[in-house]
Each structure stands twice: as C-alpha cells, then as structure tokens.
Nanobody
Framework: QVQLVESGGGLVPAGGSLRLSCTAS????????MNWYRQAPGKQREFVAS???????NYTDSVMGRFTVSRDWARNRLYLQMNSLKSEDTAVYYC????????WGQGTQVTVSS
C-alpha cells in the first residue's frame, strides 16, 4: 500500500518561508517521479512542481524562482522549499506520484497572511 504523508504547513506572513515534506512508503522511491500540487479555496487543484527520478525539475510559472523542489533518496522524502510567500500561495498542498495508479497524500495547509 502506497502512503504519502505531508507535513510542514502552517501560518506564515507574506514574504516568509516554509518547507514542506512528504514521506513516501510502499513504492520504489528511487524510480518514482514525484509532484507537488495545491488547491486553494474555491479553485481546482493545480500543479506546483515536480522532480523526476533522474532529478529533472519543473515548476509552474507562478512559483518559479521562489519555490525549490528536492528529494532525499535515503529517507524517501520529497521537499518543497517555499520562499517569498504571497497570499495567493494560500492552499492545501499535496504530494503526488503515479505507481500503477495515482496516489495522493492527505495534504497540508499553507496560509499566507497579507
């Protein structure tokens, strides 16, 4: 059974930073492409960032230069370092991967106060 468990969310003032973590189990993390998504109130879930098994990075335009995705191979962890946070970054952030089917974590709330 695949499990993705996010942590690290919270309340932060605009301009602040947070680091989200996602611990993965039940998959071969070394070959998994990993993604971060977010869903703001009243909006559809959207792609934020990804890191492939080969280390290739991809970001949505709105977070480019502010967010950094990384992974710890030894600990089966995915990270999202978020700097210069804006109120529009307020959302529930989800860890995601595809292994035989799509898997999602439970999400972690990020609230940026203006």
């Amino acid at each position: 059974q695949v499990q993705l468990v996010e942590s690290g969310g919270g309340l932060v003032p605009a301009g602040g930073s947070l680091r989200l973590s996602c611990t993965a189990s039940g998959i071969n993390f070394k070959i998994a492409n990993m993604n971060w998504y977010r869903q703001a109130p009243g909006k559809q879930r959207e792609f934020v960032a990804s890191i492939t098994s080969g280390g290739r990075l991809n970001y949505t335009d709105s977070v480019m230069g502010r967010f950094t995705v990384s992974r710890d191979w030894a600990r089966n962890r995915l990270y999202l370092q978020m700097n210069s946070l804006k109120s529009e970054d307020t959302a529930v952030y989800y860890c995601n991967t595809f292994y035989r089917k799509e898997w999602w974590g439970q999400g972690t709330q990020v609230t940026v106060s203006s």
